[in-house]
């Protein structure tokens, strides 16, 4: 069993406001400590430096499919599995104060979240597909930089945090759009401290 004198941290893939954050807070609640990282491989190294107990990673979504870099690194790891969770995933166009569709030149997403948007951009092929490291992260920076030519996919979590406005609503593929996460550790003991 794990010897934990802290929250139990948990990494994840993006930053706050990301998928990966509400499907953590969905299987372990409120009470853990979120530790964001950017990439895919700062993920797959947090405990290498001692950043986190347990590392959320997507694996799946019932859009897209695998998510390939993800589970690559998985692969490649000795991690263990000791729990899951899947979330339903709502998409959303997300730009900044006083922007409206008409202005959206540029979209930026995480690959991920671009591919379950394909109807959406093959319906406005006018719109340039940007890939960004995350979906939150993106409505981050478009709502500090303030472009309003400038639009971002992700969740409505990331939108109220980073004070985006939502100007198209489900622009996913299908209603039916979950991804699925796995829950790693070093070991197949699973200890929460909260």
């Not at 797959?44 to 690194?73: C, H, K, M, Q, R």
């Not at 339903?88 to 997300?94: E, K, P, V």
């Not at 995480?110 to 409505?139: M, N, R, W, Y």
């Amino acid at each position: 069993m794990k010897n934990l004198n802290h929250k139990t941290r948990v990494a994840f893939q993006g930053e706050r406001g990301a998928f990966s954050e509400e499907a953590a807070l969905k299987l372990l609640g409120p009470e853990i400590e979120l530790v964001p990282r950017q990439t895919f491989a700062d993920l797959f190294t947090s405990f290498d430096y001692n950043n986190a107990d347990y590392l959320l990673a997507p694996v799946e979504n019932s859009i897209a499919g695998e998510v390939i870099a993800s589970v690559a690194l998985l692969r490649q790891s000795a991690l263990k599995v000791v729990d899951e969770v899947t979330i339903q995933i709502a998409q959303h166009l997300i730009a900044c104060q006083g922007a409206s569709f008409s202005d959206i030149q540029e979209v930026q997403s995480h690959p991920v979240a671009l591919a379950q948007c394909s109807k959406f951009f093959t319906q406005h092929p006018e719109l340039k597909q940007i890939a960004s490291d995350d979906t939150a992260g993106s409505v981050r920076q478009v709502v500090q930089e303030g472009d309003r030519h400038r639009a971002a996919i992700a969740g409505q979590l990331a939108a109220d945090l980073y004070g985006g406005i939502i100007i198209r609503e489900n622009i996913h593929d299908t209603a039916e759009n979950y991804t699925r996460f796995v829950l790693l550790s070093t070991s197949t003991e699973k200890d929460f401290k909260k």
